[in-house]
């Protein structure tokens, strides 16, 4: 078991930049391929990116990739999801995940363990 807990959400204009934090209790943190993923009102929850237990492999949706950054600290059991030149569309809310495997995912339904979501709001 895993417990996941998001930080670092809010409101932030058009081309600024977050970082989400996700804190990570439980098993060996280090064991578990992890992700984001965000939905945003009336959408279903997508991925955004995804790493594996080193951190040394990442993946990115089309939408983010070379804005966002994905990035673990296994010392300190946390993921981090930086976010720059941040746009209207990005605007959902961010939720960390973590699964019972070494490998990164981006698929959702490969996912058992899942944070409690922050939110992101992107003003124009």
């Known amino acids: 078991q895993v417990q996941l807990v998001e930080s670092g959400g809010g409101l932030v204009q058009v081309g600024g930049s977050l970082r989400l934090s996700c804190a990570a209790s439980?098993?060996?943190?280090?064991?578990?391929?992890v992700g984001w993923f965000r939905q945003a009102p009336g959408k279903e929850r997508e991925f955004v990116a995804t790493t594996d237990w080193s951190g040394g492999s990442t993946n990115y949706a089309d939408s983010v990739k070379g804005r966002f950054t994905i990035s673990r600290d296994n010392a300190k059991n946390t993921m981090y999801l930086q976010m720059n030149s941040l746009k209207p569309e990005d605007t959902a809310v961010y939720y960390c995940?973590?699964?019972?495997?070494?490998?990164?995912?981006?698929?959702?339904?490969?996912?058992?363990?899942w944070g409690q979501g922050t939110q992101v709001t992107v003003s124009s």
């Open positions: 995940a973590a699964r019972s495997s070494a490998f990164s995912s981006a698929s959702k339904h490969e996912y058992g363990y």
């Open positions: 439980g098993r060996a943190f280090s064991q578990y391929g």
